[in-house]
């Protein structure tokens, strides 16, 4: 039974292997010369003028979340209008479900405000 199991065990030693020696290995035989010039991040030849390392607004987060939300959910009608009419009533009613569900998201983020950038 055990032995069924060998080539998965392997096969995760393998990974977990070369996921800790590649950095281990980079870090050991990469070039250390640094320089004022090579720590400033590169923007188009211009210096920085504020930290790279500065806060974004959560409203960002929210719209970028927002959209991954409503992009992947938008995939799903391509596969059922190419065979909508395999599936006829039963087909439309259920997509007019899925774009309601959809649909009563939005409005209620609209609602809440999620999509102001005050």
């Known amino acids: 039974m ?3 199991y060998a080539p998965i065990l392997v096969f995760l ?5 070369f996921g800790a020696g590649v950095p281990l290995l980079s870090s050991v035989l990469g070039p250390r010369r640094p320089s004022p010039e090579k ?3 590169y ?13 974004f607004s959560v ?3 929210v719209t970028a979340m927002l959209f991954i939300v409503f992009d992947v959910e938008s995939i799903f009608l391509f596969p059922w209008a190419t065979i ?3 599936l006829r009533v039963f087909g439309v009613v ?5 774009i309601l569900v959809l649909l009563l998201g939005l409005v209620y ?5 999620a999509l102001r950038w005050d």
Not at 43 to 55: D, T
């Open 94 to 98: 259920e997509m007019g479900v899925f």
């Open 2 to 4: 055990l032995s069924d």
């Open 109 to 113: 983020i609209w609602a809440k405000g």
């Open 59 to 61: 409203s960002f987060y």
């Open 13 to 17: 030693g393998i990974c977990i292997l």
């Open 43 to 55: 923007e188009s030849g211009i210096v920085p003028s504020i930290s790279a390392r500065r806060r």
């Open 84 to 86: 909508v009419r395999q």
């Open 39 to 41: 720590e400033l991040p």
